[in-house]
């Protein structure tokens, strides 16, 4: 699917007025936007090549405030809400805990507004609909050092290291390395996959299975007993169970393909978990992305990085 098309195809959860405006957008506008924010009595947002850019009546976008941007009502936020929910609040409840919706084609949308003790949302003030990406071809630089151990994509926030990360799926999937490799994702918020339906909306591969599942942790206790893959992907490991998961994996002989948000050396080293795992041995290359206005990816030995001074 083309990134217009993805991005027309999310439109769905969004009120009719807004949609009729976003339509009108150039192509160009909608394969380059990744975010689209909605704010109670706000302009309509988005985010392009990581600019903040506000969007007129007529479509026309552009880059400051003024009296004539296309404004958020309240209705058009609270039918947009319940667009997401399918009008089911209590079927998206724990994925509300998270502050966030899984919507279709490894899109997600977050929630802003009051929240109460049990993690439930009401006054709804925010919703952020993030859009996902597919990039045949992103990781062929990576692909061309990389020889089957532990992975680390890091990247800023904006980065694309999911993007990246589905065509590093894909091409081991597929055999470009020369043998074709087993991989299990383990996709705790649908972004990897966007599965719908036990089918995927993204491309990761003929020899893939997806486990989806809020704990990537189980599911990587459930794809080393019953999948017997090669290789264990899943998206930001962020927590020490987690961590205990990848060391078994290890162990097992099975390497794991992850991201972090670190864009230097300095920031893994810093965060614990990421440092934990660089110690673990279970991460033998890092790849850096650079940050979305350009710049090569840096590949990097963990060996290297943990002598190295901070950089």
């Known amino acids: 699917m083309t990134t217009d098309k993805r991005f027309e195809s999310i439109l769905y959860a969004v009120s009719p007025r807004v949609k009729e405006v976003l339509l009108k957008l150039s192509p160009t506008?909608?394969?380059?936007?990744?975010?689209?924010?909605?704010?109670?009595?706000?302009?309509?947002?988005?985010?392009?090549?990581?600019?903040?850019?506000?969007?007129?009546?007529?479509g026309q976008t552009q880059f400051f405030l003024s009296n004539d941007l296309f404004k958020i009502s309240k209705p058009d936020l609270e039918e947009?809400?319940?667009?997401?929910?399918?009008?089911?609040?209590?079927?998206?409840?724990?994925?509300?805990?998270?502050?966030f919706i899984i919507m279709k084609n490894g899109c997600?949308?977050?929630?802003?507004?009051?929240?109460?003790?049990?993690?439930?949302?009401k006054?709804?003030?925010?919703?952020?609909?993030?859009?996902?990406?597919?990039?045949?071809?992103?990781?062929?630089?990576?692909?061309?050092?990389?020889s089957l151990g532990g992975l680390l994509i890091a990247g800023p926030p904006g980065s694309g290291k999911t993007t990246v990360l589905r065509d590093v799926i894909r091409q081991l999937s597929n055999g470009s390395t020369g043998r074709l490799t087993r991989v299990a994702v383990i996709d705790s918020r649908n972004e990897i996959s966007g599965s719908q339906f036990g089918v995927c909306a993204n491309d990761l591969g003929a020899n893939t299975d997806v486990l989806l599942t809020e704990s990537k942790a189980k599911g990587i206790e459930i794809a080393l007993r019953t999948l017997f893959p090669n290789v264990i992907a899943f998206d930001e490991i962020a927590t020490e169970l987690e961590l205990k998961s990848v060391a078994e994996s290890f162990c097992s002989g099975v390497s794991i393909i992850t991201t972090a948000h670190a864009g230097s050396i300095c920031e893994l080293k810093k965060r614990s978990v990421t440092k934990a795992l660089l110690n673990s041995g279970a991460i033998d290359q890092v790849a850096f992305l650079p940050n979305i206005h350009g710049g090569k990816i840096t590949i990097l030995n963990t060996k290297e990085i943990m002598k190295s001074a901070y950089i």
């Open 29 to 58: 506008v909608k394969s380059n936007t990744s975010e689209i924010r909605l704010r109670t009595g706000l302009p309509l947002a988005l985010t392009v090549a990581s600019e903040t850019v506000f969007v007129r009546q007529n």
């Open 80 to 99: 947009s809400f319940k667009n997401l929910c399918n009008n089911s609040v209590f079927a998206h409840e724990n994925e509300l805990q998270n502050g």
């Open 123 to 146: 006054d709804i003030s925010s919703i952020n609909i993030r859009i996902g990406r597919e990039i045949i071809g992103s990781s062929n630089e990576i692909m061309r050092s990389y």
């Open 108 to 121: 997600r949308a977050g929630v802003g507004g009051n929240i109460n003790e049990k993690g439930s949302f």
